[in-house]
């Protein structure tokens, strides 16, 4: 009776360690749609629909493809920023902390959103109508938003009609007000900011800049 017990005992637990293994092989295999939140989700060759992952149950994706999120908060927060911000306000400053790249989901493709709430690499398109809010953004490539870009960091284009927001770029900035503490390319814009100088229509810096993050 004993070695039965044991014996059932034994093939249960290799049962669930069987599937739990199962799950996490399931997990990493390629998808050609997926949506997100998703627990069995990594990696997606194709379209990832995507909401909004709560930061404490975040697991970040790799992307080849599009991803597409249709979080709604993006169509009401553009109005509130323009009524509400100053642009001395428009700043990355309060939430600069940088996010390990094995902890950001990463899109090699196109990102198409309404706004971005995860950590994201953007290699390649990004298009965002509320860019990126509350969260470690980097991209590489071109970004454009109807409105505003919000970056961390960035290599590449930016373009937005009313401001270019950022903590380290690389390239060019267009917009009506461009910002950016570390930078290094061209500035086209109504007014443009960099750690070097401040001055209306274009501005630019060449050089490596000494940048207080302290600020």
């Known amino acids: 009776?004993?070695?039965?017990?044991?014996?059932?005992?034994?093939?249960?637990?290799?049962s669930l360690a069987y599937a739990s293994d199962s799950l996490k092989l399931d997990s990493l295999k390629p998808r050609l749609i997926a949506?997100?939140?998703?627990?069995?989700?990594?990696?997606?060759?194709?379209?990832?629909?995507?909401?909004?992952?709560?930061?404490?149950?975040f697991k970040p994706k790799k992307v080849n493809g599009l991803g597409m999120g249709f979080n709604v908060m993006g169509i009401f927060l553009p109005p509130l920023m323009?009524?509400?911000?100053?642009?001395?306000?428009?700043?990355?400053?309060?939430?600069?902390?940088?996010?390990?790249?094995?902890?950001?989901?990463t899109i090699n493709g196109l990102q198409l959103s309404l706004i971005n709430m995860e950590p994201t690499v953007t290699n390649g398109l990004e298009i965002n109508v509320s860019s990126n809010i509350n969260t470690y953004a980097v991209t590489n490539g071109v970004s454009v938003s109807p409105f505003f870009n919000l970056h961390h960091e960035m290599k590449g284009v930016s373009v937005a009609p009313l401001a270019?927001?950022?903590?380290?770029?690389?390239?060019?900035?267009?917009?009506l007000y461009n910002q950016c503490k570390d930078f290094r390319g061209i500035q086209i814009g109504g007014w443009n900011e960099n750690g070097r100088r401040k001055l209306p229509l274009i501005n630019w810096n060449f050089k490596k800049q000494k940048v207080d993050k302290t600020l």
């Not at 949506?35 to 149950?57: M, Q, T």
């Not at 323009?82 to 989901?105: A, G, S």
């Not at 270019?164 to 917009?175: D, S």
């Open 35 to 57: 949506a997100s939140p998703s627990k069995n989700v990594r990696n997606v060759n194709g379209v990832l629909f995507k909401y909004y992952d709560e930061e404490d149950h």
């Open 164 to 175: 270019n927001i950022g903590q380290k770029c690389r390239g060019i900035q267009i917009g």
């Open 1 to 14: 009776m004993k070695t039965r017990i044991l014996l059932v005992a034994g093939l249960l637990i290799n």
């Open 82 to 105: 323009l009524f509400t911000l100053q642009p001395d306000h428009w700043n990355l400053n309060d939430d600069y902390v940088i996010v390990p790249r094995e902890k950001m989901n």
